[in-house]
């Protein structure tokens, strides 16, 4: 069972900042098979990027993501007041088929 | 535009059973996988089920045995059978487009409630 660890667990920051957050994974995944979601109170988990690197669609460019094997990357150019909620990566594997890692909550210092 | 919307949760006791729906439009629903996933203050986001597009459905472990997940594409609607519930299954149940391993998008969710 793949376990991902997100960290840190809440990110506080201003408006303008650069966030980076980390997603590990127990075992290696592949790159194809790795994705962050953005969530805001009272919604639905919204798709960010998928196979680890590309923005899906719509998403912002200050949006990116990096890594490879255990270890990946969401990283928010600047932060804009939109920006603030919580961030999940989710990894498709063997069993579970999928899961997720506990979230990165964004919020305003 | 794709758009996803749920129904069916509400308050359930300990035992009892509950059927989640979820209609979906702006795609041929037939071409694709869906997908359940709830999401709990305590355990946060975890994948429920799966059904591919000729019906094949695949389920978390904490769920086999209980869950049932089907479709009818000529409906464009996704189904899921709870039963034997217990307190563990108190979560927001969202379903979403399983999309080349991603979920996109989602539904808003159905909160199902398992209380005495």
Redesign the interface.
């Known amino acids: 069972e793949i376990v991902l660890t997100q960290s840190p667990g809440t990110l506080s920051l201003s408006p303008g900042d650069r966030a980076t957050l980390s997603c590990r994974a127990s075992q290696s995944v592949s790159s194809?098979?790795l994705?962050w979601?953005q969530q805001k109170p009272g919604?639905?988990?919204?798709?960010l990027i998928?196979g680890a690197s590309s923005r899906?669609y719509g998403i912002p460019d200050r949006f990116s993501g990096s890594g490879s094997g255990t270890d990946f990357t969401l990283t928010i150019s600047r932060l804009e007041p939109e920006d603030f909620a919580v961030y999940?990566c989710?990894q498709?594997g063997s069993?579970?088929?999928?899961?997720?890692?506990?979230?990165t909550k964004v919020d305003i210092k | 535009q794709v758009h996803l919307v749920e129904s069916g949760g509400g308050l359930v006791k300990p035992g009892g059973s509950l059927r989640l729906s979820c209609a979906v439009s702006g795609l041929t629903f037939g071409d694709w996988y869906m997908a359940w996933i709830r999401q709990t203050p305590g355990k946060g986001l975890e994948w429920v089920s799966h059904i591919t597009s000729s019906g094949d459905a695949t389920y978390a472990d904490s769920v086999k045995g209980r869950f049932a997940v089907s479709r009818d594409n000529a409906r464009d609607s996704l189904y899921l059978q709870m039963n034997s519930l217990t307190a563990e299954d108190t979560a927001v149940y969202f379903c979403a487009r399983e999309y080349y391993k991603r979920f996109d998008p989602w539904g808003q969710g159905t909160l199902v409630t398992v209380s005495s």
């Open positions: 194809s098979n994705a979601y919604q639905a988990p919204r798709l998928y899906a999940y989710q498709y069993s579970p088929l999928f899961s997720f890692g506990p979230g």
